[in-house]
Nanobody, 129 residues
């Protein structure tokens, strides 16, 4: 089964930056990360999981939640089987566990959790003074 491992979370002050990474492994023999759409999601205590951003398998299509537009940037390096979420100008309301997810759909950057098949374990992001 495809495995996704997030890293890069931690404690940061308001206005600071973090870069999250999502490393993929365990592909079936014929596949690699460039066969998968990647999404980033987050879940804060007491709230439902929400989509943050997504990127198509080629990296050409990206989508962002309104709450993070202009502050977050999603990217991927398919040669390293890794996707990233660069988070700038962080706010307290960005505090959450962040998850990456993968979907075997070409030419798509979906913004609904039901479209994703594989999920990482999550990494905690805390924005506080």
């Amino acid at each position: 089964q495809l495995q996704l491992v997030e890293s890069g979370g931690g404690l940061v002050q308001p206005g600071g930056s973090l870069r999250l990474s999502c490393a993929a492994s365990g592909f079936a023999s014929a596949y690699a990360l460039d066969d998968f759409t990647i999404g980033w999601f987050r879940q804060a205590p007491g709230k439902e999981r929400e989509v943050v951003s997504s990127i198509s398998s080629s990296g050409r299509l990206t989508n962002y939640a309104d709450s993070v537009k202009g502050r977050f940037t999603i990217s991927r390096d398919n040669t390293k089987n890794t996707a990233y979420l660069q988070m700038n100008s962080l706010k307290a309301e960005d505090t959450a566990v962040y998850y990456c997810a993968a979907s075997f759909v070409a030419g798509w950057a979906g913004m609904t959790a039901n479209g994703y098949d594989y999920w990482g374990q999550g990494t905690q992001v805390t924005v506080s003074s």
